[in-house]
C-alpha cells in the first residue's frame, strides 16, 4: 500500500517531461528517495559501490529505466529521454567515484618514500624539478639527454646528468599558444642517430589584431621535422600542414602525440571544437594520419580513392585523443581519447574505422545536459551510446579522468609491468597501468596517484617510466625500490 501510494505521489508530481542539468534533475527527481547527498533513504544509497541490482552502467541504466514497483523504485523511462537516463548514469558513477575516492588507499608517492603496488614496487625520483612551464611531451636522446615542449612553443634539453639547459633551442617553428594548444609532441625518429630528424607537433597558424584591435587567432595542428645543430633547428621540413581554411579560432582539442612504424608516422589531430565536422573524411580535424615518415601519403592508406577525403586520413571521428602508443606484440595501435563529461576512451586504432564522435559517445555535455550536436543538415541531433558501423571503445572511463600520454612499458626494471600500457590522467592526476591480451583490457590498477597533472608518461631507454607533470610542473621518474 505504501508503495503504491509514493509510486503514485512520485509519478504525479514530477510527470511532465523535463529538460534541465542532470544535478536539478536528480535533486527534484531523486533526492526525495536516495537522500540530498546520494547516501541513501527509502531507496538505497547511491555512492556506497553497492548495487544490488547490478553495477554495469548497462544494469543501473536499467535499474532507473524499468525501475523496480515491488521495491518502490519508480520507473523514469516514461519521464526521461534515453540520454536523460544515460546522464544519470555518468553522474552517479561522478558521485560515487568521489565518495569512494575518500576513503582509498591509492599508491601516492612520495620522494624518500618506497611505493607499494600489486605488482611493482618503485621509488620517485625528481628529473627537473624547477624551470620548466606548461611541458608537454618528453622524448630520449642517444646520449642520454631528452628533449621536452613547453606549450608557449620552447624546445628544451635536459642533459644526461639531468640538467635542464636555460636556453631553449633556436630556430624553432613558430606555434599559436592559444587555449590547450601550442608546442605539444615531440618524437625522435627511429633512426635518429643515423638521419637526426626530430618531429615536433603544434599549433600552426596565424594570430592577428581585427578591427576591434582584438586579437584573432586561427590554428589547426600540423606537424614538422627539423635537426638540432649548434644548439639551433634547422633543415626544416612540414610533415602535415592543412589548408588554412581549416584553421579555426576553437582553443579546444589539437590531439596530436605520434607513432613511428615501418616507414610511417601516424599522428592525431583533434577536433578542434568542431563537432560533427569530425565525420567528414574532407576535412583533417578529428582524424588519426597516417604519412610517409617523409610526409608523401601511402598509396595504400584507406581514403586515397574516396572522393573528396583527405588522402592521409587512417581513421576517424575522434574527439581529442592525447595518447597514441603500438603494442610492439602485436603491432596493435591503440589510442587513448578524451570524452566530455564522462567516456574517455581507449581504442584500438583500425584503418578506415569510425569511432563515432559526436554520434556515439558515453558522455554528456559538462554542464549536464545530454550531448546532442548539430548533424549534417545543421539540425539538432541527440548522441547515442552505441551505433552500427562505428567502432566502440577497448574499455571507457566514466566518469571521465582525462587521458593524456599513453605508452607501452616494454623495459626490463620493472618485469612484472611487462607489455602493459601506462595510461596518463590530467584531471585524476594519475597514471593507470592496463593490462592488455588479444586486444582486450584484462585489468587496470592505478600506480601513480595525485603527484600532478599527467601530461606525459613514457618508458625511456634506461627502463624508468618518466612523467611529464602539469602543476607544478616538473618532469619525475618512476625507479624499481631496492628491495
Ligand atoms: C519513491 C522513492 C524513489 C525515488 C523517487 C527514486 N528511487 Fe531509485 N530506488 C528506490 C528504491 C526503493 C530502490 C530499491 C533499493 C534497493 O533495492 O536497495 C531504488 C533503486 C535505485 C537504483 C538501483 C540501486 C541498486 O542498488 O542497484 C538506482 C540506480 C536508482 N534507484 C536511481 C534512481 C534515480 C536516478 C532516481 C531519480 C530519477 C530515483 N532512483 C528515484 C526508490 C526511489
Known sequence: MKVTFLI???????APAQNAKIEELYHKN???????NFEGGVGG?????????????????????????PLGMI????????DQIRAFVIFLR?????????????????????????????????????????????????????????????????????????????????????????????????????????????????????DQGKDE???????????????????????????PKFQSGAGVHFGTRFVFDKGYIYFVIGERGGMYEVQDLSRPNGKIHRLHDDGRVPRDNPFVKTKD?????????????????MDARDGALYSTEHGPRGGDELNLILPAHNYGWPVVTLGMHYNGMPMDYNGPDGQKVMSVTQKAGMTPPVTSWVPSIAVCGLDFYTGDKFPKWKNDLLVGALAQKEIRRVRIENKSVVSQETIFKDVGRVRDVAMGPDGFIYVVLNGPDRIMRLVPAQD
Not at 8 to 13: G, H, M, V
Not at 30 to 36: E, Q
Request: glycine share 10%.
Open 75 to 82: 520507473p523514469w523511462e516514461d519521464t526521461f529521454k534515453p
Open 309 to 325: 577525403a583527405m588522402p592521409s586520413i587512417w581513421s576517424y571521428g575522434h574527439r581529442n585523443p592525447q595518447g597514441l602508443a
Open 94 to 210: 561522478e558521485q560515487e567515484k568521489k565518495n569512494l575516492s575518500k576513503g582509498q588507499n591509492l599508491p601516492s608517492p612520495s620522494l624518500d618514500q618506497q611505493t607499494k603496488t600489486e605488482l611493482e614496487n618503485y621509488r620517485l625520483e625528481m628529473v627537473v624539478e624547477n624551470g620548466l612551464k606548461d611541458p608537454w611531451a618528453i622524448a630520449f636522446l642517444p646520449d642520454g639527454g631528452r628533449l621536452v615542449t613547453e606549450k608557449s612553443g620552447k624546445l628544451r634539453i635536459i642533459s644526461a646528468a639531468g640538467k635542464l639547459d636555460p636556453k631553449a633551442i633556436e630556430g624553432t617553428p613558430q606555434t599559436i599558444e592559444h587555449g590547450q594548444g601550442g608546442l605539444m609532441e615531440v618524437a625522435l625518429h627511429p633512426d635518429y642517430a643515423k638521419n637526426g630528424w626530430v618531429y615536433l607537433g603544434l599549433s600552426d597558424g596565424t594570430r592577428a589584431k581585427n
Open 30 to 36: 531523486c533526492a526525495g528517495c536516495h537522500g540530498a
Open 45 to 69: 544509497s547511491l555512492v556506497d559501490g553497492v548495487w544490488n541490482h547490478g553495477s554495469s552502467d548497462e544494469e543501473i541504466y536499467r535499474s532507473i529505466a524499468k525501475g523496480n514497483i
Open 217 to 243: 587567432v586561427r590554428c589547426i595542428t600540423a606537424v614538422v621535422r627539423g635537426k638540432i645543430k649548434n644548439h639551433r633547428w634547422v633543415n626544416q621540413e612540414w610533415i602535415f600542414r592543412a589548408d
Open 8 to 14: 503514485t505521489l512520485a509519478l504525479a508530481s514530477f
